[in-house]
């Protein structure tokens, strides 16, 4: 039976750098746990020195207390190691997250030049040209056809400026008239009806005296108006 010394065995993958910031930070929160803990003792052998008569009491103390001191030191010393490489592994991190961009941006700059190569490939700069220019000769000629449909016929261009003012100064005489008629024109204003007395001249009556002479009331006689009235004529068989 055969043995295999020296077989490799199957080693664990490298941390990240994550997992190597998150390790030290919770070796750092460790860490400062303790150091709050010697404040605190020094703090309490402080008071216990103020209080103490000097002497070999008080010089006890005394040594307590710089030993605390000296292990608060030492923490404080560690913390500030694992401060350092906390740092250093965030510079890495960021490092690599911008590399990390720089890769993706490169593709993305990659995959957009060479969908620009094959577009260009169908689009031509002469063609363009071209295609401006009848677009410009479309467009003078489709000028052309609105002006010529939208050309006025048997209406005289020829009116000097003196013919316009005295236009203008017609209509407003017409104006000013239809003005005064309380804003009607004349040939919308009823007709008058005419006067038949004025038209007649025919003299009024006069009330409570004859308008014939005594002597005549004989003579002819007189209608309800007080004029003279017409003989019948008399048929004879």
Known sequence: MKRVFGAKKNKDPPPTIQDATDRIGKRGDTVDEKIKKLDNELARYR???????????????????MRVLKQKRMYEGQRDMLYNQTFNLDQVAFAAEGIK??????????????????????????????????????????????????????????????????????????????????????????????????????????VGHSAVPPNRQSAQAEDEFGLPAVPRASIRG
Do not use: C, F, H, W
Request: glycine fraction near 4%; proline fraction near 6%; charge should be negative.
């Open 101 to 206: 961009d720089a890769q993706q941006t490169m593709s993305a700059l990659k995959s957009a030049n060479k969908e620009l190569k094959g577009m260009m490939k169908t689009v031509k700069i002469q063609d363009i040209d071209s295609m401006q220019d009848e677009m410009m000769d479309l467009m003078d000629v489709s000028t052309e056809i609105q002006e010529s449909l939208g050309r006025s016929y048997n209406v005289p261009d020829d009116i000097d400026e003196d013919e316009l003012m005295g236009e203008l100064d017609a209509l407003e005489a017409d104006m000013g008239a239809e003005t005064e008629s309380d804003s009607v024109p004349s040939y919308l204003q009823p007709d008058k009806e005419p006067d038949l007395d004025s038209e007649l001249s025919l003299p009024t009556a006069p």
């Open 47 to 65: 008071e216990q020195i103020k209080k103490a008569r000097p002497g070999p009491a008080q010089e006890a103390l005394k040594a307590r207390a």
